[in-house]
């Protein structure tokens, strides 16, 4: 029997693979363990490799796609619909195997090593961040059981650190002591934040489609930089709304019967860019309200009519799509006139 497609289910040490051929039928059922795998795939005839799109997968896909073989990554939740009853190992390679059959599947463009590396910054500086994050919600707290309260967020605090360090405060000596440890490691994890920053400032300088990115209201180095790694290629998207909504800034959809009933924003897709186009959009937004804006503009009647958040939102989305324009015709972002 003719093999025409194998369903790979990745894991840490045994993996399984499921053959099947033009007709879905299957061909075999074999467990693999991690050494034998390309083997075992150097001597299959060449053919349709699936894969979910899962941790490892873009190695896994880079390394059986040099030996001839056609390689396909499918999202997770894509192939979770055609997992049969009970769910094993086997059952979810045959799924996959059925699901990259599908001539309306959807599938994930392969990372190179590149890619990945670049993607690698945004990914470890957000753990930074959140660390950061963790470290001053604790000391704020165990300041406020000694009766020291401070306003909330990062620009406040220098005031946080004052008020351990302030030899005149209420603060036993004990906690004083164990709180330094976290001004201590909040100054590291702040210097390792900065050094990720400038690396993207760097990165933007040199690429060219970045410095282009920039030139849009909202979007700045960090988000231009992300979307040269993080997003796939422009062309994947036939027009900038379908960018907009593989980010997840549109709204969902539960129309039925002709009738059109949209939801709150589906948020599916890439979180990390989503969010920095929100933040874009917000700072926007809260220029506009300090300033003010022009009154003809887009952004002036949707501030008029629409709540804040609303109108950050849907700007969010509108960055997207100027973005996507950007990087698939080339060019610069120009303001359009006011209405």
């Not at 363990?33 to 799109?53: H, I, N, T, W, Y």
């Amino acid at each position: 029997m003719d093999v025409s497609t194998i369903g790979l289910d990745l894991a840490k040490n045994v993996f399984q693979a499921h053959g099947a051929d033009a007709s879905g039928s299957v061909a075999y059922r074999k467990q693999l363990r991690r050494d034998k795998v390309l083997s075992f795939f150097a001597s299959q005839p060449r053919c349709v490799v699936a894969m979910e799109a899962c941790g490892g997968a873009h190695y896994w896909a880079r390394a059986i796609g040099d030996l001839g073989h056609t390689v396909r990554l499918i999202p997770p939740a894509y192939v979770k619909p055609f997992v049969k009853r009970q769910k094993n190992d086997m059952a979810d390679a045959e799924a996959i195997c059925e699901a990259a059959q599908r001539p309306t599947m959807r599938f994930v463009t392969v990372k190179s090593k590149e890619q990945q590396a670049s993607s690698a910054v945004f990914r470890v500086r957000d753990i930074l961040v959140r660390q950061r994050t963790q470290l001053i919600n604790s000391l704020r707290g165990h300041l406020a059981e000694y009766g020291l309260i401070v306003a909330q967020g990062p620009a406040h605090v220098a005031k946080l650190i004052e008020k351990t360090r302030d030899p005149e405060s209420d603060l036993p000596e004990a906690a004083r002591m164990v709180l330094l440890m976290l001004i201590e490691a909040l100054g590291s994890l702040e210097d390792k934040i900065k050094q990720l920053d400038r690396e993207i400032v760097r990165r933007t300088r040199e690429d060219k489609d970045a410095r282009r990115l920039t030139t849009i209201p909202g979007i700045g180095p960090i988000t231009a930089t992300a979307l040269i790694a993080l997003a796939p290629d422009a062309t994947t998207f036939k027009k900038g709304r379908d960018f907009a909504a593989w980010l997840g800034l549109t709204p969902l959809q539960r129309s039925t019967g002709g009738k059109q009933k949209l939801g709150s924003t589906s948020k599916m897709g890439e979180r990390t860019l989503r969010r920095l186009l929100i933040i874009g959009a917000c700072a926007v937004v809260q220029q506009a309200c300090k300033r003010g804006s022009q009154q003809k503009t887009w952004l002036a009647r949707m501030l008029a009519h629409k709540p804040r958040m609303l109108v950050i939102v849907a700007l969010a989305n509108k960055l997207a799509r100027i973005a996507w324009a950007l990087m698939a015709s080339g060019g610069t972002y120009r303001a359009p006139a006011a209405a």
